[in-house]
């Protein structure tokens, strides 16, 4: 089984920041690529960053210059540091990978997601 667990949520004032963290666990492989998502209340879920397994990064137009997706590929651990938040950036914030498990299956992975609250 794999998991995925995010944590570093929680309430900030307008021009904070935030660090989130998610972590990869169980019969993994090699992880080829993590992202993070968020969906705010009537929205749909979108993709803010992802970064592959050599390191590349991709950005949202909304949280360039202000939040940095970072990877340890030995821990199975990647960060998002996140900036200059504003209340608009106020979401649930999922962690995504896509991975190949122990089974030698290529698999897409979600966690459960942590609440990021943008708010004086």
């Known amino acids: 089984q794999v998991q995925l667990v995010e944590s570093g949520g929680g309430l900030v004032q307008p021009g904070g920041s935030l660090r989130l963290s998610c972590v990869a666990s169980?019969?993994?492989?090699?992880?080829?690529?993590m992202g993070w998502y968020r969906q705010a209340p009537g929205k749909e879920r979108e993709l803010i960053a992802d970064i592959n397994s050599g390191g590349s990064t991709n950005y949202a137009d909304s949280v360039k210059g202000r939040f940095t997706i970072s990877r340890d590929n030995a821990k199975n651990t990647a960060h998002l540091q996140m900036n200059s938040l504003k209340p608009e950036d106020m979401a649930v914030y999922y962690c995504?990978?896509?991975?190949?498990?122990?089974?030698?299956?290529?698999?897409?992975?979600w966690g459960q997601g942590t609440q990021v609250t943008v708010s004086s």
């Open positions: 995504n990978a896509a991975l190949v498990s122990s089974s030698w299956s290529l698999g897409v992975y």
């Open positions: 169980g019969s993994i492989l090699s992880i080829n690529a």
